[in-house]
Protein backbone atom coordinates (compact mmCIF):
# COMPACT_ATOMS: atom_id res chain seq x y z
CA UNK A 1 0.00 0.00 0.00
CA UNK A 2 1.17 3.07 -1.20
CA UNK A 3 0.77 6.61 1.34
CA UNK A 4 1.10 9.82 -0.38
CA UNK A 5 0.55 13.18 1.74
CA UNK A 6 -1.56 15.70 0.95
CA UNK A 7 0.20 18.94 -0.68
CA UNK A 8 -0.73 21.44 1.98
CA UNK A 9 1.76 23.51 4.13
CA UNK A 10 1.67 23.69 7.85
CA UNK A 11 3.75 26.82 7.63
CA UNK A 12 0.60 28.13 5.75
CA UNK A 13 -2.19 27.34 7.76
CA UNK A 14 -2.21 24.26 5.71
CA UNK A 15 -3.05 25.86 2.51
CA UNK A 16 -2.38 24.27 -0.95
CA UNK A 17 1.53 23.90 -1.68
CA UNK A 18 2.88 27.03 -3.89
CA UNK A 19 5.46 25.02 -5.34
CA UNK A 20 8.34 27.17 -7.02
CA UNK A 21 6.22 30.15 -5.61
CA UNK A 22 7.68 29.42 -2.47
CA UNK A 23 11.28 29.69 -0.98
CA UNK A 24 11.05 26.43 0.55
CA UNK A 25 10.61 24.41 -2.23
CA UNK A 26 14.06 22.71 -3.32
CA UNK A 27 15.32 20.79 -5.54
CA UNK A 28 17.68 17.95 -4.10
CA UNK A 29 20.36 16.32 -6.70
CA UNK A 30 22.62 13.02 -5.94
CA UNK A 31 22.64 9.14 -6.17
CA UNK A 32 20.40 7.04 -3.51
CA UNK A 33 22.26 5.48 -1.32
CA UNK A 34 21.06 1.91 -2.03
CA UNK A 35 20.54 1.37 -5.20
CA UNK A 36 23.12 4.14 -6.77
CA UNK A 37 20.51 5.35 -8.96
CA UNK A 38 20.64 9.02 -9.81
CA UNK A 39 17.94 11.25 -7.86
CA UNK A 40 16.77 14.71 -9.24
CA UNK A 41 13.78 15.66 -7.32
CA UNK A 42 11.47 18.96 -6.19
CA UNK A 43 10.12 18.97 -2.94
CA UNK A 44 9.42 21.08 0.60
CA UNK A 45 12.76 21.80 2.27
CA UNK A 46 10.89 20.67 5.83
CA UNK A 47 9.73 17.60 4.14
CA UNK A 48 13.43 16.30 3.01
CA UNK A 49 14.50 17.05 6.15
CA UNK A 50 14.06 13.51 7.61
CA UNK A 51 16.21 11.98 5.20
CA UNK A 52 18.68 14.95 5.17
CA UNK A 53 19.35 14.14 8.95
CA UNK A 54 19.70 9.82 7.99
CA UNK A 55 22.07 10.83 5.58
CA UNK A 56 24.00 13.04 7.92
CA UNK A 57 23.84 10.58 10.52
CA UNK A 58 25.46 8.02 8.05
CA UNK A 59 27.97 9.98 7.40
CA UNK A 60 29.42 10.91 10.85
CA UNK A 61 29.46 6.92 11.28
CA UNK A 62 31.41 6.73 8.09
CA UNK A 63 33.84 9.62 9.51
CA UNK A 64 33.76 7.66 13.43
CA UNK A 65 35.25 4.59 11.49
CA UNK A 66 37.74 6.19 9.64
CA UNK A 67 39.19 8.23 12.70
CA UNK A 68 38.92 5.15 14.53
CA UNK A 69 41.08 3.06 12.25
CA UNK A 70 43.66 6.17 12.08
CA UNK A 71 43.81 5.92 15.94
CA UNK A 72 44.54 2.35 15.68
CA UNK A 73 47.37 2.82 13.35
CA UNK A 74 48.90 6.18 15.19
CA UNK A 75 48.95 3.60 18.85
CA UNK A 76 51.09 0.97 17.18
CA UNK A 77 53.56 3.50 16.47
CA UNK A 78 56.46 2.71 14.66
CA UNK A 79 56.40 -1.01 15.15
CA UNK A 80 53.24 -1.09 12.87
CA UNK A 81 55.37 0.55 10.24
CA UNK A 82 55.07 -1.58 6.85
CA UNK A 83 58.31 -3.23 5.54
CA UNK A 84 59.25 -2.06 2.16
CA UNK A 85 59.30 -4.95 -0.19
CA UNK A 86 62.09 -7.15 -0.57
CA UNK A 87 63.79 -6.51 -3.77
CA UNK A 88 66.70 -9.21 -4.65
CA UNK A 89 70.26 -8.21 -4.65
CA UNK A 90 71.45 -6.66 -8.30
CA UNK A 91 73.64 -9.18 -10.22
CA UNK A 92 75.82 -7.17 -12.95
CA UNK A 93 74.68 -8.19 -16.07
CA UNK A 94 77.52 -9.11 -18.85
CA UNK A 95 78.51 -5.58 -20.92
CA UNK A 96 77.60 -5.77 -25.01
CA UNK A 97 80.15 -5.59 -27.09
Not at 26 to 34: A, D, S
Not at 60 to 69: D, I, W, Y
Request: hydrophobic share 35%; aromatic share 6%.
Amino acid sequence: MQITAKPNCPLDGFAPCRKLDCGWFIQLRGTHPNTGEPIDEWGCAMAWQPILMIETAQQQRQTGAALESLRNLLVRGPQAQIEPPYHAPLQEIGTCD
